[in-house]
């Protein structure tokens, strides 16, 4: 079990790429004012070969987890798991941290988040708790069903949460994850939203699962259907065998987790607008959302401290106020969602490495050489 922190390696902005719009310090979700990001990476090969981990997010920091954010959600393509999704969808917030793992270890880690909480938060504990749990699938590389992922890393997970530049690639929940016929995985992007003397960020943060090699575009360049990396989850028979059947994995089957943070003062409409924006972001690398994909995205704002929250008050009637960017001018924050989902999703990419999981199966990364050349770009010696 490892705990990673942000690296030299070269991030897609490094190897030439002109994304557009202005990045935050850090250019990741980090750079919301307050919000923490940990990880856990689990990498072993005994008992079982697993590669997977948990990816941890305090949207106001360790010191205020359960103070609650105004929230909105999204689905491209509803394959898949977000928990804590009706409460949302009825309150329009949540009050608990988030995290992120693979399909089968949701149970595991809303328990960590559980006890962790009763820890650091007994008064929220006290009540009642609905964690904020996505998942997407690591099988390929990862022996899913081992059950390698005990509360106990979800809780380290949120233990080593920091601000900051964060690891990318694969790292967390991403690190058995596979995205566009190559090694896929954990990714962020921030941008800056500024008016006269105001701004404001808008961050996200990807767990990189979805797509498959031909449709990968960067920039509108068709990279992926022109790599000459290879590709054995989609060209080897790893599926028939293990479902003993002669069924073929469809390519694209994955998913992608997308979170997306804001210190903008937003209603729960307006994060929920900001949330379906992701799909634009998405689609400028080329996905065109699988069937059997699981794209759910969450947007909240750390904006309004006070309002929203849910507590019991001994029947006497409360009233709130709420600040909020006015809806003529929320384009420029849509904007922003596009393209930091975009940059986060190929900073995922770039950082990831290749790697050999369960039964031998492998999952090659996106060559640097390929995108330099796309983008004119000199090498660079990378450690």
Known sequence: MTYPSASAAPRARDLGIPFDGEPGPWNAITDVPGLEVGYVTIVVDEPAAVRTGVTAILPRGRTKPGAACAAGIASLNGNGELTGRSWIEEAGQFQMPVAITNSHAVGAVHTGIDRWMAQHDPYTAAQWMLPVVGETW??????????????????????????????????GGGTGMNCYGFKGGTGTASRVVGSGERSWTV???????????????????SLGSQSAAPNPMDTTDWFEKDTRTGAHATPGAGSVIVIVATDAPMLPQQCEALARRVSLGLARTGTTGSHFSG??????????????????????????????????????????????????V????????????????????????EIRTAFGAAPILER
């Open 203 to 221: 961050g996200v943060l990807l767990q990189a699962n979805f797509g498959y090699r031909s449709e990968l575009r960067v920039l509108g360049r």
């Open 295 to 344: 794209d759910i995205f969450l947007a909240f704002s750390t904006a309004n401290e006070a309002g929203l929250a849910s507590r019991m008050n001994g029947g006497e009637i409360v009233t709130e106020s709420l600040e909020h960017v006015a809806w003529g001018s929320m384009d420029p924050f849509f904007t922003a969602v596009v393209e930091a989902t975009e940059e986060a």
């Open 138 to 171: 690591d099988g390929y590389l990862n022996s899913i069903n081992a059950d390698a992922v005990r509360p106990e890393h979800a809780m380290a997970a949120f233990d080593a949460a920091t601000s900051g530049p964060i690891a990318e690639g694969n790292v």
């Open 346 to 369: 190929l900073n995922a990419l770039v950082a990831a490495r290749d790697m050999v999981g369960r039964e031998g199966h492998a999952s090659y990364a996106l060559p640097h050489d």
